[in-house]
């Protein structure tokens, strides 16, 4: 979701977070007046790595204007720690912060990344814009923290003509999953669903549209898909089914519409919808359940973030699901507008969650990639 007032908001979160909450409506008015005033997977290279160096991926650069996919370079400044106010903390509420990386690239389409999933091995990711770009490579980790970014590449995501996706009017690409080699990836503004053989194709793969029930066609705009789960054939109550989350498009009841497509028992539900978050995406943990990052924004009290943790067999056809919340952060931590979600397990079998941003493609935010702990799976 583009989210106009964060862009214009923060240009780092410890500066809010330092605010008095008297003075929070003032400084909105004056960065808005200020803004207002201004406007006018390839294989891993290997490598050694300090704690705190900056690290910069080895590759051609993007050339603007071309649309053939191409390697980039990406730069990675470690974070080291979550609350810069208590840097030796490592837990935050059920997760324990393992690192992470703030991305920059003067290729000209990098940025706005609104979903990511990771392989099985926990290094190569590939991840999408909301503009339609796939960004793929590879995290290099120090010990369990993330610290550079190598063989990196972006192209742009391909329609089912084989042009890119934009020129038929489908952008706000906002969510991604995948079940084995084929990747499904929601669009936002225009309510779809496509699917891709990544696995065989890699960006050259062309998307293939999935359909999806009349009733789930007529979101709110800027509302809409934001995320997917695809739950894999085997002893889930939900095998096979690919689970569906609108962004903040509410039922009779003001609660947050889903829907189970496909599977053994495909129909509409919701999600208890609270403390005014909405959905950003969600990811399927290795037991089944279902967690789901969620995002608010106010003028008066900034942004935050949640995750919350669904078990799956609550969900099903006319239910309205809720579930604890395993993680809240607010401005005062190392967070920007996270919309991405992933989940792996690690070699010591350690449940590990990638967070990613959205950076609106404002040089007041950023592209941050959090790594995080969920200790007990």
Known sequence: MNMPGLRLLKARGRVWSRLPVALCLGFAVAVLAIGAAARGPSAAMAQTLTQTATQTSASRPVVAGTEAPADISITATPIMAFDPRDPARRQFGKLLFRGGLALTSAAKPFGGFSGIVMAADGRR???????????????????????????ARMGPVLGPDGA????????????????????????????????????RDGMAARARTVGLPASFRNL??????????AVPKGTHPLSGALVVFSEGSLDEARDLRALLLGGPKPGAFSVRRTENYDISDAALLPGGDVLILERKFSW?????????????????????????VLF????????????GLAVHRDAAGTVVLTMISDDNFSMLQRTLLLQFALPGE
Do not use: K
């Open 164 to 199: 890119p996706l934009t020129r038929r009017g489908w952008y706000d690409t906002e969510s991604l999953t995948a079940d084995g080699d084929t990747l499904y990836a929601g669009i936002e503004r225009v309510h779809r669903i496509v699917r891709f053989d990544f696995g």
């Open 328 to 339: 809240e952060a607010d401005l005062g931590y190392h967070i920007d507008n996270m919309e």
């Open 125 to 151: 990711f590939v991840a999408i814009s909301d503009r339609a770009w796939w960004l793929t490579g590879e995290i290099v980790h120090d010990g369990e923290r993330p610290a550079a970014i190598t063989g």
């Open 220 to 229: 709110r705009s800027n509302r809409g898909i934001e995320g997917l789960v």
């Open 300 to 324: 008066l009290a900034g942004l935050g973030i949640r995750l919350r943790r669904i078990a799956q067999q609550d969900i099903a056809p006319g239910r309205t699901v809720d579930g604890p």
